[in-house]
């Protein structure tokens, strides 16, 4: 998947006016790991289910101890696993600029993540997938890798369909201003990562 990489901090230039700047900020890996385990097992959840199905067949027909505890252990060890490969984000290079300190200057071009004054990664919007407006913050789900990205073989597979989610955390507390807040929901939602407010009955 599309991640920001630490080679990519370089000079760059601030946003436009009209553009918005936060405070620093943070982002925890313990809390990126929950929400992350939270993320992929609401949608994966029924991946698990496929070994225990599969090895407990065999106990329906010739009832067995040994199938049933293999069936077990080999769902514990596919869930072990796949929680693995999502905190694992946590521990790679590549992963590096999600958990550093940064300040965010965002507008309707880019959003650049800044260490300092001199420093940054600018990131285009075409790399968020989807925008979610939780009850304090706002998070920005990047797109997967391209195929082309991809490594081949099995290990190709497994990153197709077993997606990592990465996503940019912005929490409502490092913007400035209520102001900075609805002009943040307002670029989400002209560039179409979060639905067309409703319109007011005149």
Not at 72 to 100: C, H, K, Y
């Amino acid at each position: 998947m599309q991640r920001p990489n630490q080679r990519g901090f370089r000079t760059v230039q601030g946003p436009p006016p009209g553009g918005i700047r936060t405070k620093k900020y943070q982002l925890d890996k313990e809390k990126y790991t929950k929400m992350a385990l939270v993320k992929v097992w609401r949608h994966d959840w029924w991946y698990a289910l496929v070994p225990l199905v599969l090895l407990l067949l065999p106990a329906v027909f010739s009832f067995s101890w040994w199938w049933v505890a293999a069936a077990v252990v080999v769902t514990i060890l596919f869930v072990l696993l796949r929680s693995a490969q999502v905190m694992g984000v946590t521990q790679i290079e590549q992963g590096n600029p999600l958990f550093e300190k940064l300040t965010y200057e965002i507008d309707n071009r880019q959003i650049l993540m800044k260490r300092n004054e001199r420093e940054g990664m600018a990131m285009n919007w075409d790399m968020i997938r989807k925008a979610q407006v939780k009850s304090d913050a706002y998070l920005l789900w990047l797109q997967p890798a391209a195929d082309a990205q991809l490594p081949t073989g099995w290990k190709g597979w497994v990153a197709r369909n077993f997606e990592t989610p990465v996503f940019i955390h912005l929490p409502f507390r490092i913007f400035n201003s209520a102001n900075d807040i609805r002009l943040m929901e307002n670029i989400l939602r002209r560039k179409n990562l979060l639905p067309a407010a409703p319109t007011t009955p005149s």
